[in-house]
């Protein structure tokens, strides 16, 4: 899933108790990502570019059923003990583990049970059929923003980000020649799509009584 819809899913837990606070619920739908970014950067996980497509050949610290569970109990842990707030804590838990969940709805086969172990590996590929992946994400993203009651502009960010991770989607062949030459780029501009829609989500879901 793109960093827009999985930003998103931060609505749904700030809408369950609307005295959360914003940015550690989008940081915990993340974290698991900023953590596959980090790794990526350090050459303990990688991707690799085959058939014209990408695969992620290798995610099992950040991105298996094991890791989310570990990480989303030290989340969980570090908020109730270490900020005193046993909602956020639990909102919190729940928005890191959703990360793997909702991965792997997308994913090819590629999401472990335990870095420890290399089979089963789980994953339903959507990603294989752009235009589905397209459809369920934007349907996912705009469910988020009804539920949450959000401001037309927060409509506006879900959308605009939505059609702008159609290219990425589609890109296919040759036009993935940089990610091969540069493998930096790829987990940059997932860097990047994670930092600004964290920004405009921020921004704009506070305004939510605004038409
Ligand atoms: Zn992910």
Redesign the pocket.
């Known amino acids: ?1 793109y960093a827009i819809n ?1 930003a998103s899913t931060a609505l749904l837990l700030r809408k369950k108790d609307s005295n959360l606070p914003l940015l550690p619920l989008l940081i915990s739908v993340q974290l ?2 900023i953590l ?1 970014v980090l790794f990526s950067y350090l050459g303990w996980e990688h991707f690799s570019i085959s058939g014209g497509k990408v695969h992620l050949d290798f995610l099992p610290y ?2 298996s059923l094991f890791s989310g569970v570990v990480a989303a109990a030290l989340s969980f842990c570090i908020v109730n003990w270490g900020f005193k707030n046993r909602r956020l804590a639990i909102a919190v838990a729940i928005g890191v583990i959703s ?2 969940i909702i ?1 792997m709805v997308f994913h090819e086969k590629d999401i472990r049970l335990s870095p420890f172990s290399d089979r089963p590996v789980m994953g339903l590929g959507i990603i294989d059929y752009p235009i589905l992946n397209f459809i369920i994400e934007f349907a996912y993203g705009i469910f988020c923003w009804w539920y949450f009651k959000g401001s037309r502009r927060l409509l506006w960010v879900i959308v605009i980000f939505n059609v702008l991770d159609l290219p990425m989607m589609l890109a296919q062949g040759y036009m993935l020649n940089p990610f091969i030459t540069y493998p930096f780029l790829l987990p940059s501009v997932i860097l990047f799509q994670i930092l600004i829609t964290w920004y405009f989500v921020f921004r704009y879901a506070r305004m939510k009584n605004e038409p």
């Open positions: 899933m999985h698991v990502e596959w950040s991105h990360h793997v991965d």
